[in-house]
């Protein structure tokens, strides 16, 4: 990760701090200039404090104080559970905490970060890690509380974000440490014992002497302890884990694998008949490590689909006989009424008292504009409040809400869904493990025939060595691991591994068109008609500001010059336009019908119509302009024999336009609601057809969570809606084909390295079945076949993505 | 001949001292961040602060 360059002073008027413009009225001090009076406010701190150094590295490299807070912000801060929640280390008298600073960006925040001593002596010490934009803080208790830090931080444009989760994530690292210290040792171990080894190997015993094969034997023996007893741990918990419930999973064979191999290799240097396979143990423990680490950190790169408790507040204000306290989430009870301020999340389901209720609940439904609520009706946890304080009473536990259910059962789905993959592999473990002991007894049984019972042991314990299945278990993370990061370099952001192979069933998909098909851009809107004056302007925006249509938000966007102001009444008929009362005047704005005006079609742009008391004033003309490489994207996709169909809320105005990218045979739908598109997706679905929805995630969160596939199609990947499968960024369209390629090819390359797999154990089983497995056959199979799995996954699946993408 | 056990063992003990060195490295969480030092090495240190930002590159606690 590089550090980001602010582009040089583009525009005079641009902020000193944070480099915004400085449209309205630029604010002067100090012969510089501020857009705001936040921006100001932070630069006068550093200056005051000797930090002016901060705007010597980068240009303007501050954030935007234009955000609001209030005094009782971190009032919670105070309180000692939280506190004991939050900080990593105390002692009383000094105090140690990592913060989470999502606006950590460039050199600049890392300086003044680790100098916030200027500003607070009481800080001892503070350390930045700009890869997780953490700041870790040790400050002396006496001297400054916890709650002063965070405010300090707040107003030098540093708002630490504070979660719950944050606790949990310690953890988190406890766990990868360990796993650093167990590959560490297994290399070790691994790399000497194989030195050690090589004597045996390459020389027969004469040369070296009696006494040198004894103390390298021993060595071999000293070494392969840690790795059979602490690196190779995890195997067997997880065996036995399987087996308590009845089932063979990869960790059985592979564990079975292990366990023989110590203890027929522990006999043999123990009565001094032979060398043993310590190195092949301790090889096949490293690479299997090493392929569990790798997953691990794939998995860890994908979790844009955070836990629901990310987002959740960590605290919330009650009103008790007219005080207001701050007390943990955790604590709520059904009928306290809460305080929500602007930008708050509602932390469980309740009953609005009193305040004007503007909830978005993009992080519940995807819909990112809000949502107007009246008095007394209910707004569910997640919500977010946009605007005035509410006053709010529980009627959930936080544990029971909408959303933590609505969490908790698509994570259970998630989770079934996750392992498919690995249901896969454990499926051909299973029959793999009873056909290993099947081998593994018959061979013992025949040479028991022949009257050897000594090789027939050693037939026996070979098989059970050779087959350990390590090539098999690394074959699917690597394969995936890969072409998942290959998406991310696209810009394509998967939920987990299942999507991939439910994008390679695929046979059928589903666009939307506003906001998918096209870009939102409002640029391309001209009003015509009597021009708008400022008041009438925010009265429009006063309407838009509430709808969650994409021509709305467009319209909303460019008259994001005036204000909105309260409205009264509001109406919405989806697809066709909203009403609403603003000073007492009617308005309506939707389309030709829904305003009242009789028109010709003209289809060379969309139309939105306003009226003010009842009276027609004009309209918004919206070009629609599509996205680059729509016409070559069709193509592709029709040539590999995909059902295409183009589903759109708006009229038919465009579909001469859609028709000549698309061709005729494709079907295209208007006018469809969002519950029109759902039930598309159900009647394609009923005919079993496997759909892959692209939308925009906004209007049409029902179709893309109906669908086999739901992709949303976005500017800014932040955009977290928990309806989709994944989120492909807009500039990435055009790789939709090669997504699709890939997705299928995973499947084959995955199957193609387990038959590399299987014939590497079934060379191994020729040799041990015939009793004739000698330690050096198995030194070389062993890491040889996971060598080759791992180039081959890597290779091919690379291969794939450069072709295609 | 005999030198050679002397030598392994000796070789087995630098190595177990490059393990430590790595268990080592892991425990202060050098691994955690392998970005900022290098950033942090390019700021020079003012006239008016005496304390040196660079020594403390590692959590210790």
Redesign the interface.
Known sequence: ?S?KKEPDVKELLSCYHCGNDCDNSPIHFDEKIFCCEGCSLVYDILKEN?LC?YYNFNNSPGTSQKKSTYKEQFAYLDDEKIKNKLV??TNGKIT?ITFYLPQIHC?SC??LL??L??INPAII?S??????KEA?L?YIEEKVSLRQLVEMLSMIGYEPSINLNDSEEKKN?GDK?TT??KI??AG?CF??IML?SFPEYFSSGSY??D??KG?FSY?NFALSLPVFFYCSSQFFVSAANSLKQKFLNIDVPIALGILVMFLRSSYEIISGTGAGYMDTMAGLVFFMLIGRAFQNKTYETISFERDYKSFFPISVMIKKNNNETSIPVSDLEIGNRIIIRNEELIPADSVLIKGDANIDYSFVTGESMPVLVWEGQLIYAGGKQLGTSLELEVVKNVSQSYLTQLWNSSEYKNKNEESSFRQLVNRISHYFTIALIAIALASLGWWVSQNDLAKGLNAFTAVLIIACPCALAISSPFTLGNILRSFGRNKFYLKNYSVVEKLAKVDSIVFDKTGTLTKTNSSQISFTGKILNPEEKKMVRSLVHHSSHPLSRMLDEKLNDVSAIKSENYYEIPGKGIQANVFEVPIKIGSAEFVGVKTTPDTSSVKIYVSFDSKIRGYFSINNEYRQGIEILVGKLKQSGYDLTVLSGDHDGEKNNLETIFGREVSTHFNQTPADKLRFIQALQAQNKNVLMIGDGLNDAGALKQSDVGITISDNINNFSPACDGILNASSFDSLPGILKISEASHRIILGSFAIALLYNIVGLFFAVSGTLSPIIAAILMPISAVTIISFTTGLSNWYAQRKL | MSIIILLIIFSLILAVGFLIAFIWSVRTNQMEDDYTPSVRILFDNELIEKKDKQEHTNTDI
């Open positions: 990760m550090i000797n150094t990593r280390f140690s050199s890392i300086w680790e100098n001593n200027r010490k350390l930045v890690n700009f890869n997780r870790t040790t690292s440490k650093a210290y560490g040792i070790f790399g000497n050690f070296t002497g006494g040198f103390v060595l």
